[in-house]
């Protein structure tokens, strides 16, 4: 798998870092339509790449919630209800959720002690919920708006890639 990239190069902005995460995924998707193998590669490679993250992965819309799928890091909560904790409110509200502290978040679920700051995409296709891309950090503040940009584009293109 050449096209993985799995350090990114020193010195790179959070934009060129984004843009190059996505060319990696283009390269894991190609010829490749498979969702739940898309979803496994691509947390795989959002884990490996990104700096100080602890957990990365989905969660599927089933039913009237969300359940735990492909994933890096330590064990998850295996369901979550729709409005319910970081998660279940971005996939209820179809946007992203940004969120510096998550001990601050009204109805945290805390799967892991050691995240302190989240963020969650949620994958559409068209109006349909698919689920939601979760990435957790021990770091307070990790994650702003250009990390909002940059992973809303690799979902979209991910759910573009993808039979989900």
Same mark, same amino acid.
């Given at each position: 798998?050449?096209?993985?990239?799995?350090? $990114?190069?020193? +010195?790179?902005?959070?934009?060129?870092?984004?843009?190059?995460?996505?060319?990696?995924?283009?390269?894991?998707?190609? +010829?490749?339509?498979?969702?739940?193998?898309?979803?496994?590669?691509?947390?795989?490679?959002?884990?490996?790449?990104?700096?100080?993250?602890?957990?990365?992965?989905?969660?599927?819309?089933?039913?009237?919630?969300? =359940? =735990?799928?492909?994933?890096?890091?330590? %064990?998850? *909560? =295996?369901?979550?209800?729709?409005?319910?904790?970081?998660?279940?409110?971005?996939?209820?509200?179809?946007?992203?959720?940004?969120?510096?502290?998550?001990?601050?978040?009204?109805?945290?679920?805390? *799967?892991?002690?050691?995240?302190?700051?989240?963020?969650?995409? %949620?994958?559409?296709?068209?109006?349909?919920?698919?689920?939601?891309?979760?990435?957790?950090? $021990?770091?307070?503040?990790?994650?702003?708006?250009?990390?909002?940009? +940059?992973?809303?584009?690799?979902?979209?293109?991910?759910?573009?890639?993808?039979?989900?």
């Amino acid at each position: 798998m050449s096209h993985a990239l799995t350090r $990114p190069a020193e +010195g790179l902005t959070r934009a060129a870092l984004y843009a190059e995460l996505g060319q990696a995924l283009e390269g894991l998707l190609a +010829g490749e339509r498979d969702g739940i193998a898309n979803l496994a590669n691509a947390a795989a490679l959002l884990y490996a790449t990104l700096p100080d993250l602890n957990w990365a992965g989905f969660y599927l819309a089933r039913g009237a919630g969300l =359940v =735990v799928g492909p994933f890096q890091g330590k %064990p998850a *909560c =295996v369901r979550i209800a729709l409005g319910q904790g970081v998660c279940g409110t971005a996939a209820a509200g179809r946007r992203t959720l940004i969120v510096p502290d998550v001990h601050a978040f009204p109805g945290h679920i805390a *799967c892991d002690a050691a995240s302190n700051s989240e963020i969650v995409v %949620p994958l559409l296709a068209g109006e349909r919920l698919i689920g939601v891309m979760d990435l957790d950090s $021990p770091r307070p503040g990790r994650f702003d708006a250009e990390d909002g940009r +940059g992973l809303e584009a690799f979902a979209a293109r991910l759910v573009a890639g993808s039979d989900l």
